[in-house]
């Protein structure tokens, strides 16, 4: 008997006048995440691991391996030592500690050990004295170099301008310092963030999030989903959906060939000389040398390749200035240069963002998503990070916002 309804059933659906078969229901989850850079890819991983609640990940990226912004690339820097917020270096911190079990886990080298050399002229000394401050007080394994010969001596592949006065501080490679194989970081992240039950969608926009009721409506190019808690890891794009302060400054870099003796022979650096009109780092990349200005003014346009040529042919014992190639890197900073960490007023603790890291965020990354992670579960941080509150930059009711530009008036969110 059940044999013959079922086909007059679906006849019936198909042809009978001004009928449809019924719209599913938008899928529920616990937990979304918008962005599925290195952010957004370490928090689908620490709440996956920190819970079993049910996680979708949303990327507009089709491909992945494509993908243009903040997250791409071969290799970033870590160090122990941080002096921009004192808030960094915990976050550091919990970042070594989540990659090194990442590494484990996966039998992948994450973090290539590397030393780390501060060289800093008289003119930049004050940041310097920061760094060796910090660098004492921690514990952090290092060297001081009081002269320029002392620093060339303990380095023969790089040279210093005869006329300036340099003094250095070497953090030794190992244990949170070095060079982040930055592709195979998030691969890990989400490979691991899948096995533990994540889900990835790729080629999907984020078009609208309503809140409605005890769930988030969110409405992408292509369909609708429901959520208890949504976490927006979008980096400068996070600017098109809540009226953040957030402006994108780009940053050109520089990749020098090196023979693997000379490869072998370069520390990282970072060089405070005012001679050069920025500070500029470079770091080992292979056989490749990449090295940039480190820009977080938007207002300031980049130096020129023939900036580089300069510092290459003053700081380096290379026997040529020739960059083979260039690329491009993105810095998403605030007014006050702190982050954007943490709930969004008004949502109930139901909306949470991660954004503008101010170049610093590749290295602590690990340590935000586990960060959002907490928040979005509703625990305490064991550190106070409001500095990073994304409500510092919201309005008082009855006052017009004319410092700080902008405010957390919501754009293609709206709570209902």
Not at 127 to 148: C, M, P, T, V, W
Request: hydrophobic letters at 40%.
């Amino acid at each position: 008997m059940l044999f013959k309804i079922i086909p007059i059933v679906l006849l019936t659906a198909v042809l009978v006048p001004g009928t449809s078969p019924a719209k599913e229901p938008p899928p529920v989850y616990d937990m979304v995440v918008v962005g599925a850079g290195v952010v957004g890819s370490a928090t689908a991983y620490s709440l996956a691991k920190r819970s079993r609640e049910k996680i979708l990940v949303l990327e507009q990226i089709s491909d992945p391996a494509r993908a243009f912004g903040s997250s791409t690339g071969e290799s970033r820097i870590t160090r122990k030592i941080s002096i921009e917020n004192p808030e960094y270096m915990s976050l550091n911190r919990k970042s070594v500690e989540i990659l090194s079990e990442l590494a484990k886990k996966t039998g992948t080298e994450l973090i290539r050990n590397k030393d780390f050399l501060t060289i800093s002229a008289a003119s930049g000394q004050s940041q310097f004295d920061l760094i060796r401050k910090e660098a004492e007080r921690s514990g952090i394994s290092h060297k001081f170099y009081a002269n320029r010969q002392e620093i060339l001596r303990d380095h023969p592949t790089i040279k210093l301008p005869a006329t300036g006065t340099y003094i250095a501080l070497k953090e030794f490679g190992g244990g949170g310092t070095g060079v982040m194989h930055a592709h195979k970081i998030i691969a890990a992240l989400r490979s691991q963030a899948r096995a533990l039950g994540a889900s990835f969608h790729y080629g999907e926009r984020l078009e609208n999030l309503q809140k409605s009721g005890p769930l988030l409506t969110l409405r992408t190019d292509q369909r609708e989903y429901r959520a208890r808690r949504v976490i927006l890891t979008t980096g400068f794009w996070t600017s098109e959906f809540l009226g953040l302060p957030l402006r994108p400054v780009p940053n050109v870099l520089y990749y020098k060939k090196m023979t693997a003796a000379e490869e072998a022979g370069l520390p990282i650096m970072i060089v405070h000389d005012s001679a050069t009109r920025h500070h500029f780092y470079s770091l080992p990349e292979g056989q490749d040398l990449k090295i940039a200005f480190h820009m977080l003014d938007p207002d300031v346009q980049n130096p020129g390749p023939e900036a580089i040529r300069s510092v290459l042919s003053k700081f380096y014992r290379f026997s040529d200035t020739v960059t083979d190639r260039v690329g491009t890197c993105f810095y998403t900073i605030t007014p006050d240069k702190k982050p954007i960490i943490g709930p969004v007023a008004g949502w109930n603790g139901q909306l949470m963002v991660g954004a503008a890291f101010q170049g610093n965020g590749f290295k602590m990354a690990a340590g935000i998503g586990d960060l959002l992670a907490t928040y979005a579960l509703g625990e305490k941080p064991a550190y106070n990070y409001e500095a990073f509150s994304p409500d510092r930059f919201t309005v008082p009711k009855g006052q017009k916002n004319v410092a700080k530009e902008t405010s957390l008036l919501p754009k293609k969110i709206s709570a209902i």
